[in-house]
């Protein structure tokens, strides 16, 4: 089994991104149970704006998608800011909307049978608004988000100390971290057993 873990941090790398620091639990905790992990950081991609899988030349999009469509786990990974998803994450899933259409050859959607989830940081409010927005556009494409497939941490309202500058709120973020993984990989498994059949006529 495949985990793709979507980095939509502001910063290109080799900055440090909190978000990924935080997401690196949830990681740790499905390689212990056998799945092998695998990270994009897309603000060191060219990802034009659009709707569509392949925009032509110097697009690095289609390479995403390929890594997503060999992935049964999807982590998407993101900071808060101003309250919402990063404009990466938005970018992220308008061009996922492309998935809607596309099918595999026994005509089941390409995103059935693959689960999702989603792991915030930001020193502001709204975590669960960020979480609430990227579980139900990645459910409107067609994967299936497991209940409690999130972990987040924030410092509380107004500015404050970043993620890797203290150990505020770490306990539960860790532990809700390790739910989700656990919860994410329980479901995977299950579909891979099962999986969602194509709709008949």
Same mark, same amino acid.
């Given at each position: 089994m495949k985990a793709l873990f979507i980095s939509c941090t502001l910063k290109p790398s080799p900055e440090p991104s909190n978000t990924e620091a =935080?997401? %690196?639990v949830v990681a740790g905790a499905l390689q212990e149970r056998g799945v092998a992990v695998d990270h994009i950081r897309l603000a060191d991609l060219d990802? *034009? *704006?659009g709707v569509v899988t392949d925009l032509g030349d110097g697009d690095a999009w289609p390479g995403v998608h390929e890594r997503l469509l060999d992935a049964e786990i999807l982590v998407v990974v993101t900071p808060t800011w101003v309250g919402r998803p990063s404009s990466i994450a938005q970018r992220m899933l308008e061009r996922m909307d492309a998935? =809607?259409?596309e099918t595999s050859s026994d005509g089941t959607p390409v995103a059935y049978n693959r689960v999702a989830g989603v792991v915030v940081t930001g020193n502001e409010d709204g975590a669960h608004h960020v979480i609430s927005e990227i579980s139900g556009a990645l %459910?409107?494409?067609g994967y299936t988000v497991p209940g409690q497939? @999130?972990?987040y941490w924030n410092q509380g309202p107004g500015p404050g100390d970043e993620y890797p500058d203290t150990e505020h709120g770490h306990? @539960?973020?860790h532990s809700t971290g390790r739910l989700m993984a656990h919860n994410l990989h329980a479901v995977a498994s299950a579909l891979a057993a099962h999986p969602v059949p194509p709709q008949e006529d």
């Open positions: =935080l997401a %690196g990802v *034009p *704006p998935m =809607l259409s %459910g409107d494409i497939a @999130w972990t306990e @539960w973020s």
